[in-house]
């Protein structure tokens, strides 16, 4: 059983930096692609970035591209998604999730078996 664990959350000024972190437990997941999704109140769940068991490939949605970036250190067993120039619409609860196979470019929250329980981030003046 694959167990994630996000943190980084919080609250942070327009234009602010903040940096998720996402730690499984359970199963290594060097061979699993990991991914970032988020969902606002009252919306459905949206993809935000996938990156590939390697690292080596990156896939992002448009609203966030060249402002996040989605990383990971294997050796930590851990995904990060660092998120600069935050805008209020970017306020969402926060998603990891993994999945193996190597497909990068997938977008739908089917397509992930695992998630973590979730990070609040708000970004508010």
């Known amino acids: 059983q694959v167990q994630l664990v996000e943190s980084g959350g919080g609250v942070v000024q327009p234009g602010g930096s903040l940096r998720l972190s996402c730690v499984a437990a359970?199963?290594?997941?060097?061979?699993?692609?990991e991914a970032w999704f988020r969902q606002a109140p009252g919306k459905e769940r949206e993809f935000v970035a996938t990156?590939?068991?390697?690292?080596?490939?990156?896939y992002y949605a448009d609203s966030v591209k060249g402002r996040f970036t989605i990383s990971r250190d294997n050796a930590k067993n851990t995904v990060y998604l660092q998120m600069d120039s935050l805008k209020p619409e970017d306020t969402a609860v926060y998603y990891c999730?993994?999945?193996?196979?190597?497909?990068?470019?997938?977008?739908?929250?089917?397509?992930?078996?695992?998630w973590g329980q979730g990070t609040q981030v708000t970004v508010s003046s």
């Open positions: 359970g199963r290594t997941l060097s061979t699993y692609t």
């Open positions: 999730a993994a999945d193996r196979g190597a497909q990068v470019r997938r977008s739908l929250p089917s397509a992930f078996q695992y």
């Open positions: 990156i590939s068991s390697s690292g080596n490939a990156r």
